[in-house]
C-alpha cells in the first residue's frame, strides 16, 4: 500500500511540474498568442507587462510621412472593438515600403503607455 501512494505522489508531482512547464513555453513564430480561454491580451513578461493584441485587416492607404497606415479591420475581441476603419502609427516605419493600398494584412497592436495602439508587427495575410 505505501507503494501505490508513492507512485501516485510521484505522478501527480511529474503531471504538476509538466503543465507548468507547458504554460510558460512559447512556440517559436506564434508570438504571444493565448493558449486558451475566451481570448483577452497575448502578453509578455518583461520587466513590464505588453500586451499585444492580433488583428486582420485590409489596408487602405499608407502614409509614409507619418509613419502610419490606414486599416479596414474585423472585430478585435480582445479589446471589445467591433470591425473598423482606423489609422495606426506603425513602430517599424520600414514596413511601410512594403505595404499596399487593399492588401489583406494580420497585424499585432500594442497600446502604449499614452493609451494610443501602435501597430508592432505586420505582414501580408495568408
Known amino acids: 500500500m505505501k507503494s501505490y501512494y508513492a507512485v501516485a ?5 511529474i503531471t504538476g511540474s509538466l503543465a507548468a512547464s507547458a504554460a510558460t513555453v512559447r512556440m517559436q513564430g506564434m508570438g504571444n498568442m493565448p493558449m486558451g480561454g475566451k481570448g483577452g491580451p497575448n502578453t509578455t513578461s518583461t520587466s513590464s507587462t505588453v500586451n499585444r493584441y492580433m488583428a486582420h485587416g485590409r489596408i487602405n492607404h499608407v502614409n509614409k510621412t ?3 497606415v490606414n486599416i479596414t479591420h474585423g472585430p478585435i475581441s480582445a479589446l471589445g472593438w467591433p470591425g473598423m476603419t482606423m489609422s495606426f502609427p506603425v513602430l517599424d516605419k520600414t514596413a511601410l515600403a512594403r505595404l499596399r493600398p487593399g492588401e489583406p494584412v494580420d497585424f499585432d497592436l500594442i497600446r502604449r503607455p499614452n493609451g494610443q495602439y501602435a501597430i508592432s508587427g505586420i505582414a501580408p495575410a495568408d
Not at 505522489?9 to 508531482?13: F, R, V
Open 9 to 13: 505522489t510521484l505522478i501527480c508531482t
Open 66 to 68: 507619418a509613419g502610419e
